[in-house]
DNA sequence: GCTCCCATGTAATACGTTACATGATTGC
DNA sequence: GCAATCATGTAACGTATTACATGGGAGC
């Protein structure tokens, strides 16, 4: 139920095409949200038939016409609603780190390995969203303006940033500590290891996260 | 595609039921999934026809039955095939930082105010986490055993705290931040202000963050 | 010649959530 | 008395993804 007040939001900055909306989720908005066009198209024509937005069709040629959607001030009323509502909990849903929870049953230089490829995923989206964000903030400094928009708006970037770099660093922390406890996953001598045989790893891998 | 997979995960350690499992969901896997029984029942009809477990009906008196779980060989294999292909990329979707965004439309202290609600949710959610693994933890020790499953579950259980610990210092910096920034949002004097008149407050919050 | 970008959308399918249905037991 | 826990499930609805459909222009 959130998609429409993301576009809301959006339009409350500049009027967009559904292709625009998608490339803003695509790039900066995607460190909170994402979404296909198949779902964003039905939705703007939903907003437009409510009232909320309007439309007016820009031909072209060679290519359908453009359809560029502006906020209506109903529109700016619902969004306005809508931020001072409790947000909806987040449903996490990390395909990565369930595999990860169970990936005593794959060899240890298996699990290394995985660690290894999903941390060059998650280096990559850094890049490409440190990227998007330097490009914003130098066209800002040579506007040479200040407004909420921007501060709030970087906030939430760097909370996006923030968590690209931590997950990094927890795989990285994690590479080790199953490289140090490797000799757990050697299935001739499975069966009995006792808590002190590790604790000294765990305890480092645990120091200055949790205190157990 | 991945709710089967944490089912199958699950049974590989313990048989449990339906039940049981969302329990699990909720509790420890919670870090990185959620699901109803609503789901969560039908799923484990659908992988007893693929022969991917069996159940045993234990009856109750004035319950119904009990419908335990088992995995069978089939369903280990389709597991382990699972964790050895790449993880879907995570889709990410933050209804609170969506409307964060775009806060700059509601007034500086009611920012403030959600921030701090949100902060305080997460902190509940970080204590019933913490207690969780304490608890997993202590009957561990007392074991007195160590397998690859404890230090790998571990590590996720880590990610888990970590990502709560990480939003909850995010939120006392933005409210921070917004604090001493509350004035771009003040509707009289909104028109002009300069980069430079927050420069100070901008670098201080995205101090050893970003370096931009 | 092939892929990517622009630009719109529909249809089919898959996945997820809320509401409905039943009912005994335990604790506040 | 009321809510929570145990225990199973179905039905309706909502959201999200993939596939299908069209087609010109740019760059390799």
Redesign the interface.
Known sequence: M?LR??IL?LL?EWDASGYDIKKEFDDL??????SHLSQIYPELNKLEKEKFITSQSIPQEGKPDKKIYSITSKG?EV??H???T?????????????????????P?D??ILKLK??KK?REQRLEKI?HA??ER?MS??ER??????I??????L??????E???IN?CEE?IQ??ES?KF??DKNK?T???????SDQ?SA??FN??D?
Chains 1, 2 share one sequence.
Not at 29 to 34: A, K, L, R, S, T
Not at 86 to 106: R, S, T, Y
Not at 151 to 156: D, E, F, L, P, T
């Open positions: 959130s007040y993301g939001g409350s908005m995607g460190v909170f949200w994402h700016k969004l306005i809508w931020l001072l409790p947000p909806e909990p987040p449903k996490i849903k990390d395909p990565f780190l369930m595999q990860a929870f169970f990936m005593d049953h794959i240890a298996e699990v490829m999903y995923g440190k964000v330097e903030f800002i400094k040479n303006v200040m407004k909420a928009r501060i709030i708006s970087a906030a939430v760097k909370r996006g940033i923030q968590q770099v931590q997950y927890w994690t500590l199953v406890c757990l996953w499975q009995e290891f006792q808590y002190t045989d590790v765990l891998y645990f996260a949790l157990i």
